[in-house]
């Protein structure tokens, strides 16, 4: 079987992506790159998921660890609201880069799975990168797997995040409970300054 580099932003949406790829003849070696995750227990999480799974199915993982909080919150403190475009294109070309630097001839990533993320940016990324790094972008949508992937994530018992990566994803995932939070305290406030 021919190698692949496969980017894994976590275990769960891998699940989208090996099968096709043996399928196919490619045996995809992971690639644990995610300097966009926080904070550190997350970024933990989803790394040690991915490295206690691998070796279940024989898969090997390459992992670049850099827990890049303040480069990512650097880079994007300017426009929070545009930070996916950096965080696809950091990832890729860190992909890119080490496909080139250690023999492999392709790679491809596990952000093309998830039905919540920018496919059509993530696949421009890539294949700038590939061209960049002179290896080959293997471009697949694996998002018909995407549902299937995480039932059989959540059946063997991964860790299931909540939001997609960074602190200001967690913030909008979680972004109505905050506002209730906010509406119910303040209401006990005006409440107490009313019945001193």
């Known amino acids: 079987m021919n190698q692949i ?25 992971a690639f644990w790159y995610n300097p966009n995750i926080h904070p550190w227990k997350e970024y933990q999480a989803r790394r040690d998921c991915l490295l206690e799974y691998a070796p279940t199915i024989g898969m090997e993982v390459r992992v670049q660890e850099d827990y890049g909080l303040r480069e990512f919150v650097c880079h994007v403190a300017d426009n929070i609201d545009g930070r996916c475009t950096y965080c696809y294109e950091h990832r890729l070309e860190g992909t890119a880069r080490y496909a080139a630097a250690h023999g492999f001839s392709a790679f491809t990533t596990t952000l093309l799975a998830s039905t919540y993320q920018q496919h059509d940016n993530i ?6 990168y590939a061209r960049q790094y002179g290896v080959e972008f293997l471009y697949r949508d694996f998002r018909p797997n995407f549902r299937a992937g995480n039932q059989k994530a959540r059946e063997l018992g991964f860790y299931m995040q909540k939001y ?7 913030a909008d995932r979680y972004q109505k409970q905050i506002l209730r939070d906010r509406e119910r305290f303040t209401q006990q406030e005006e409440a107490a300054s009313q019945n001193p």
Do not use: K, N, W, Y
């Open 123 to 128: 696949a421009r990324a890539a294949e700038r």
């Open 5 to 29: 580099l496969l980017h894994c932003c976590c275990a769960p949406c891998s699940l989208s992506c090996i099968d096709p790829l043996r399928e196919e003849g490619l045996e995809p070696v």
């Open 164 to 170: 997609c990566g960074c602190v200001f994803s967690e």
